[in-house]
């Protein structure tokens, strides 16, 4: 009895498992990922044929125990072998899918039940059209006879070796392909929106950064779409070697592009000359290491040092950006967070890509999801660094029109200001106002306490002024100790009332310069627009021929002139 027992779970097992432990694989269900299905060997000449592989004993293929099988850059090929069961009596067609996109040369191999040998080839090196459907990701559909078949892959790649395979029917692997397209679809759009914005920006500002941005995207774009097989299903079909040179050249291009963009958007020219320096020799290092691998050692290591590349120059931004925002770039802050992500994504896919760490989807695809993030904190870092010119244009331009002594507008301001405000007082016939000032006797002030007691009396006065006039009035230092105030919508009484008060708090502010009190008094001109002037130069003229009568009949006092007077 315990006999009997034995062999049925034998047969079972055997049925299950088949040669070599290899577990059989049931055509009913579509299969994800099968690495853990498959029995692996590495043929080292790359140059064994079918019959070789069949003739080697079950010791020689070595179970891969993962779901994706992946090696450092190898000129190896690898042989895998699985076993499918059509449980039905109808043959059974499926679907299987390669990924990544960028295999070179896959060979797949049916050997039937009865013993009917069924071969496809497909992969970077052939034309497009050699694939069963219309798809990016390398792929052959085959029909399954009825009872277990065995199925011989060889892969060689010169890229990053990693194959992962899935078998599925094929209604089941379109309709997932919906959902694929719909995210392929939004990342893309996005990525060409922002294109076109920043395209629009640099038109727009002239800003060079904005143009190294464009063309970041631009590199970006390319080396997603090279790697992930879209140029060859759209642009490049009947052209595998431009498939394939475009993969390793957009990586360099790529690379190149970052470090122009960084350059520019971090200043280097003006913060850091030492890093303009480096960052120059960096990128004319990385053009003359992919010029020469390619002209010299071929793609495999064209396609090995652009990775390098990559990752090094991942390293690289990440530290000018933390060296830029230490050393007080404010510009840097997005920048070092997006270099950070695109750093963490390239780090991660180029260790799973070399085998270092355990293959995922998420591991995989790190630097996708690195350079997105990268790409909109990169955005960001634009707008912020927007933001902060325009702020420091608003100041500059504020500092031009401010008296650097007492804070009031100056001379320059004067101009603006006093053409903006006639203007608007022609066109809607409203009431303006004009005092004008200045400090008596402020010569002999220099001269008794020092330039330093003048310069202090200039800044209280300009103090007394700003506490005293309303936020739409406009207070201007116009030289000296000139002072000119403009009041809209003020007559010439309520004018009066200001420049009087404005006239007693001066005389009541007492100063105090080596141990000596002393007090000043300031004399005042006002005049009114008259409805008839078509410029403010006359209303100048005569409040500043007011000032001269106060001047001249004993100062500290305040005098309006006639608006219809003539000067």
Known sequence: MQKIIFLVLFASLALLYGDGQLKVLDLSDSHYEIGESLLEYEDTTAKMTLSEIRHLSSEDFIPLNKPVASHPFTNSAFWYQFKVNNKE??????????????LDSVNFT???????????QGGNTYPYAKRALDHYLINFEHTFE??????????????????????????????????????IGLVYGGIVAMLFYNLFLYFGTKARYYAYYVLFLGAFFAMNAFYNGYTFMYLFPNSPAVQNWGQSTSIYFYTVTALFFARSFLNFVK????????TRYLIVGIVVVAVLTAVTSGYHYHVMLAIISLLLVSIYLFGIALYSLVTGNRSARFFLL??????????????????????????YKAIDFGLYI?????????????????????????????????????????????????????????????????IDHFKEINDTYGHDAGDNVLKCVASIVKGV???????FRMGGDEFLVLLPETNEKQALFLAE???????????????????????????QYNHIERSIVSIVKRADKALYYVKESGRNNVKVLDRFMRV
């Open 89 to 102: 009596n109808v043959p059974l067609s499926r679907v299987i899918i390669f990924e990544p996109a960028w």
């Open 110 to 120: 049916v050997i039937s039940s009865e013993g009917e040998i069924k071969t496809y």
């Open 146 to 183: 009825p009872g277990i078949s065995t199925v011989y892959l060889q892969v060689k790649t010169r890229d990053p070796f990693i194959v992962a395979l899935s078998l599925m029917d094929k209604a089941a692997f379109l309709a997932e392909e919906i959902d694929a397209s719909m995210y």
């Open 271 to 278: 913060y850091h000359h030492t890093l303009y320096i480096t």
């Open 338 to 363: 997006g270099t950070a992500s695109g750093l963490i994504g390239a780090s991660i896919t180029a260790l799973t890509i070399m085998s270092y760490i355990p293959y995922t989807y998420l591991t």
């Open 374 to 438: 990268d790409v909109v904190l990169l955005s960001m870092a634009l707008a912020d660094r927007m933001k902060m010119t325009q702020e420091k244009k608003l100041i500059a331009e504020k500092e031009a029109k401010t008296d650097i002594l007492t804070g009031l507008y100056n001379r320059r301001a004067y101009y603006e200001i006093s053409h903006k405000e006639f203007q608007r007082l022609i066109r809607h016939n409203r009431c303006l106002s004009i005092i004008m000032f200045d």
């Open 469 to 475: 006039i309303r936020e739409y009035d406009y207070a």
């Open 501 to 527: 008060r404005i006239r007693k708090r001066v005389a009541n502010k007492r100063f105090i310069e080596k141990d000596e009190k002393f007090f000043i008094t300031a004399s005042f001109g006002i005049s």
